[in-house]
């Protein structure tokens, strides 16, 4: 299986921020890449596909870049709804992974 | 409006079994391939099971192979998961989600997620 890494695992940031956190794939996995963002109690949510693709309804400032083995997500500017804990999830075989998680919260 | 409602979980002692059930509305149901992901307490997300939108495809992970069946009624809009010889380490909140495309394994991107419904394994 693909192992998927992420750092940091926490992140402590303020509103007006600019975030990035990045991902990691054991080995190329091309552009096939997503991202969830994911709040205590609820279900994640897509936010980036394709590496790069923003899903319908997501905010710009939301931005995803990377293509082989190595993946970030931007938020360019952080907002109090965007405290939450991000998955990226590589979707190159049959057997997808998720990446452990980086929980954003407030500093 | 997509929407995925989970039924099912509860407490089973290991060993046992359990039927999940997933209604789904909003979309044409067939069209679609469809997913199980799993997140045991406190802990990421694990994807589980996918199944092609008519359901002759089917694609487990190795930790539930040949104990865990994922099935599909088109007729019904309802997606299933048997989960047999259950585990203590099967814990978990079960998430449906729908997959982009028609035929997926775990080579899709989950663009629609359900609120979850937990199953603890436990005596």
């Known amino acids: 299986d693909i192992q998927m890494t992420q750092s940091p695992s926490t992140l402590s940031a303020s509103v007006g921020d600019r975030v990035t956190i990045t991902c990691r794939a054991s080995?190329?996995?091309?552009?096939?890449l997503a991202w969830y963002q994911q709040k205590p109690g609820k279900a994640p949510k897509l936010l980036i596909y394709k590496a790069s693709s923003l899903e319908s309804g997501v905010p710009s400032r939301f931005s995803g870049s990377g293509s082989g083995t190595e993946f970030t997500l931007t938020i360019s500017s952080l907002q109090p709804d965007d405290f939450a804990t991000y998955y990226c999830q590589q979707y190159n075989s049959y057997s997808a992974t998720f990446g452990p998680g980086t929980k954003v919260d407030i500093k | 409006e997509v929407q995925l409602l989970e039924s099912g979980g509860g407490l089973v002692q290991p060993g046992g079994s359990l039927r999940l059930s997933c209604a789904a509305s909003?979309?044409?149901?067939?069209?679609?391939?469809m997913s199980w992901v799993r997140q045991a307490p406190g802990k990421g997300l694990e994807w589980v099971s996918a199944?092609?939108?008519?359901?002759?495809?089917?694609y487990y992970a190795d930790s539930v192979k040949g104990r865990f069946t994922i099935s599909r009624d088109n007729s019904k809009n309802t997606l299933y998961l048997q989960m047999n010889s259950l585990r203590a380490e099967d814990t978990a909140v079960y998430y449906c989600a729908k997959n982009p495309e028609s035929y997926c394994g775990g080579d899709c991107y989950l663009d629609y997620w359900g609120q979850g419904t937990l199953v603890t394994v436990s005596s």
């Open positions: 080995q190329s996995i091309s552009s096939w």
């Open positions: 199944i092609s939108g008519s359901g002759g495809s089917t």
């Open positions: 909003g979309f044409t149901f067939s069209s679609y391939a």
